[in-house]
């Protein structure tokens, strides 16, 4: 197809992904476009505005993209990337796609961090898969001292290549079990954070993205998808000192089940957050 013009192989993509079932079809058709063409979403915009062509490689290449995208294979596998606050991290099979949502989280345990008055803080992200939160803390919190803690192999081979690319001195992977994660930190951390996979057994994500790409071992949390949260607030407890604060990501409908597991295990100050929707997004709570 030489001499396509951006604008009508845009209009294209966006009807493809309509059909097919994709939320926000146009925004998607942009970063694919951008993904090809080696340009941001505004550059794809502007060419198209000003009427610029495709070559018949760079429209065989983009359509080819759109057909991916089609069939649901998430955005950031087909372009290797995933956005996350300020980073631009490397996702893939294997290992689970930063969410928006979780930004929001992120932040809880970063004006935590920033709060701490020692001069180093120390931040560690249980379940880190791609990196994402431990990155964030370690770059918007220059200070501090950041572990990302994984145990899937196949998540910790984005999450070491993340690590590296970012470059954040501060920041460090291990590659360990949860249950044995940093013992030579116990009673000496300040912020501990997870969105650990909490998802029932029994419940089946209704997306394709989510349901056909994500890693199983990132979404199920067991029978009532508690079992990792679980976990996570016994290591925590054994990593915080007292009046540590921990940040938990889970699902809509489990605040209340989570509040309950953490004062049967002794924390305090228990405070449920809404994300932007108006639904309940995050816990948060300190160890006596």
Do not use: C
């Amino acid at each position: 197809m030489p001499g396509q013009a951006i604008a009508e192989a845009l209009e294209r993509a966006v009807l493809v992904l309509d059909e097919a079932g994709v939320a926000g079809a146009r925004v998607d058709a942009e970063l694919l476009m951008g993904h090809v063409l080696d340009l941001s979403r505004g550059a794809v915009q502007a060419k198209a505005a000003v009427g610029a062509e495709l070559s018949a490689a760079e429209a065989a290449e983009f359509f080819d993209l759109v057909r991916r995208r089609a069939s649901r294979e998430p955005l950031q596998h087909i372009t290797g990337r995933g956005a996350f606050r300020n980073l631009n991290l490397a996702v893939g099979p294997g290992v689970f796609v930063p969410r928006p949502e979780t930004e929001f989280v992120a932040q809880f345990a970063i004006d935590a961090l920033r709060a701490v008055a020692v001069p180093q803080p120390i931040g560690i992200d249980l379940g880190t898969g791609s990196g994402a939160i431990a990155l964030a803390m370690a770059t918007e919190v220059p200070h501090a001292l950041v572990y990302g803690v994984e145990v899937s192999p196949r998540a910790f081979i984005w999450t070491t290549q993340n690590f590296r690319e970012t470059a954040a001195d501060n920041a460090t992977a291990v590659f360990i079990d949860l249950a044995d994660a940093l013992p030579q930190l116990n009673g000496t951390v300040d912020v501990v954070i997870s969105n650990p996979p909490y998802i029932p057994l029994g419940a089946i994500p209704r997306d394709p993205e989510v349901r056909l790409f994500d890693p199983e071992i990132a979404l199920y949390g067991g029978e009532d998808g508690l079992d990792v949260v679980r976990q996570v607030s016994t290591t925590a407890g054994r990593l915080l000192h007292p009046g540590g604060i921990l940040v938990l990501e889970h699902g809509e409908l489990q605040a209340a089940p989570i509040a309950a597991l953490l004062a049967a295990d002794g924390w305090s100050a228990i405070a449920h957050h809404r994300d932007l929707l108006g639904r309940d997004r995050a816990t948060t709570a300190l160890l006596r």
